[in-house]
């Protein structure tokens, strides 16, 4: 339907997304850039913009619209942060971007940025309940919402920047400091009273530098395996370890750790103060990072207008949205693929005794059982893991996904690679072993009883006696072939479900 470029300004950062926008009113992002820039002290300590940073801004954007014009989009929309509205020349600073780039930005207010962001988080996680903790250079946006609704709003005109001034040229100790700064943003939300009344299963949505900057020394600490930030999840626990690990760091040790710039390593204990100070104040002992943010909102909107409140399915707008722009299956045939799985793992539930949640694991397996076939029909099943683990699949965890790329790997048994599982053994379980060895067969079982992409199996009852299941079929025509390759299945059901398999 048409490509969009969004080009979004906050004061730490400058970002160009290009998304194509597809025909079920979503997206996929297929380009990203981002620059850094020095703005969020500057109104900080002076509330103006100084001719060195707009006019590197202005390079910036000139590059940027090249790359527009290169990519052949049809539609720009560049959107600046609420943090400008602090800016006492941000009229003559918005007026000269565009009347040296031709870009017109919209300024956005408090209000609109904070439901911008929540369309960006509740569209792509799966968060019902949540407290979003938007960190920025000079402000802060705390919101409030319970599943399709946002609850409560509160911002803070106080942010890493402001924190980390304050205490800098101190003669304090690394830990003492960020213990003050710790202390000074408690006061800024000691009059939030509606904290007291969040669901207990509320998680913190971290979005911003100080986010991303945590998640990548989680990881680290934790010898996390696996490499996306958006959707990590975390607890108090892990957050008090790289809140430990940072306060015994000066400065010059902060700017040497890996993956994280100067500019970030400048505000990391700051931001880490404020994130303590709401996990104190709101006693919520659970987390989870997003990397969507004012320009996935953007694009969202941009692809369905009338978008108001989020999708109701997360994981099937995204599965769908994924076969749309890879054409890589016939969409009807997934679909069927994925019924057929479910009604075997409803019917086989005796035997593999797993439980609800690896029926998202199953899905996106069912959905992308042939991934790999875009690179290769070779080992195509091999292909398809690294595609599974790498492609951006909303409404899911890093657990359930991960779980999903072995099951689209292991379709057939023998190839399974143990090799493999022991790099992400940290993340997984014995149990999952089993699982994934299960949901592997069955979507094997499903796709060759859709072989031909027909329907024609309609509903499956498994009776299980003695040592062997018998699985009927109930089919609209005849579907002998179908049937004929279901049972060439029967070696690796054994293995996996301990029976032999008779299919009516």
């Not at 020394?217 to 696996?226: D, V």
């Not at 953007?298 to 099937?316: E, H, M, Q």
Request: aromatic share 10%; with cysteine.
């Amino acid at each position: 339907m048409g490509k969009v470029g969004i080009i979004e300004l906050q004061t730490t950062s400058i970002k160009l997304v290009i998304a194509e926008i597809l025909e079920n009113q979503s997206f996929v992002v297929t380009d990203r850039y981002e620059d850094r820039i020095k703005i969020a002290s500057d109104l900080a300590n002076f509330e103006l913009i100084k001719p060195a940073c707009i006019n590197s801004i202005i390079t910036i954007l000139k590059a940027y619209k090249a790359l527009l014009n290169a990519s052949n989009v049809t539609e720009i929309k560049c959107v600046a942060s609420s943090e400008y509205l602090e800016a006492k020349n941000q009229r003559s600073f918005f007026e000269e971007l565009y009347s040296t780039t031709g870009f017109r930005f919209q300024l956005l207010s408090d209000d609109e940025q904070a439901n911008y962001m929540y369309l960006a988080f509740a569209n792509t996680l799966d968060c019902p309940k949540g407290l979003v903790l938007n960190i920025n250079g000079t402000n802060v946006q705390i919101v409030a919402y319970n599943r399709r609704n946002i609850l409560n709003q509160q911002y803070v005109q106080f942010g890493t920047f402001n924190l980390a001034e304050n205490f800098a040229g101190k003669d304090l100790s690394p830990e003492e400091s960020m213990k003050r700064m710790t202390a000074e943003f408690e006061k800024q939300i000691a009059n939030i009273d509606w904290f007291e009344g969040l669901d207990p299963e509320t998680q913190i949505v971290g979005t911003g530098d100080a986010f991303l900057s945590f998640a990548k020394l989680s990881k680290k600490l934790r010898h996390y395996p696996y490499n996306r930030d958006h959707s990590y999840q975390f607890s108090k626990e892990d957050f008090d370890k790289v809140y430990d690990f940072v306060k015994g760091l000066d400065i010059d040790k902060t700017k040497k750790l890996k993956g994280i710039s100067s500019e970030r390593a400048d505000v990391l204990a700051s931001g880490l103060s404020i994130m303590k100070a709401v996990a104190e104040k709101s006693k919520i002992s659970k987390f989870i990072v997003s990397e969507a943010g004012l320009s996935e909102a953007f694009i969202l909107t941009t692809a369905n207008p009338l978008l108001d409140k989020p999708v109701s399915d997360i994981l099937g707008n995204s599965l769908e949205t994924l076969n749309l722009y890879y054409n890589c299956a016939n969409i009807k045939n997934t679909k069927n693929i994925y019924e057929i799985s479910l009604m075997l793992f409803k019917q086989l539930k005796v035997l593999h005794k797993l439980p609800r949640n690896y029926v998202k694991v199953l899905r996106i397996a069912s959905y992308m059982n042939d991934c790999g076939k875009r690179i290769s029909a070779i080992d195509y099943e091999k292909k398809g893991f690294n595609i599974v683990l790498d492609s951006e699949i909303y409404g899911v965890n890093h657990h359930e996904q991960v779980l999903a790329a072995f099951t689209v790997a292991c379709q057939k048994l023998d190839d399974f690679s143990m090799t493999d599982w022991v790099k992400y053994s940290s993340m997984l379980s014995d149990v999952d072993l089993e699982g994934v060895r299960k949901l592997a067969v069955i979507v094997r079982l499903a796709s060759q009883l859709d072989l031909f992409n027909s329907g024609k199996v309609k509903d499956i009852s498994c009776d299980i006696l003695g040592d062997s299941v018998i699985m009927k079929t109930i089919v609209e025509s005849p579907a002998e072939m179908e049937i004929w390759e279901g049972v060439k299945v029967g070696t690796d059901f054994a293995k996996a479900f301990k029976k032999h398999l008779e299919i009516l």
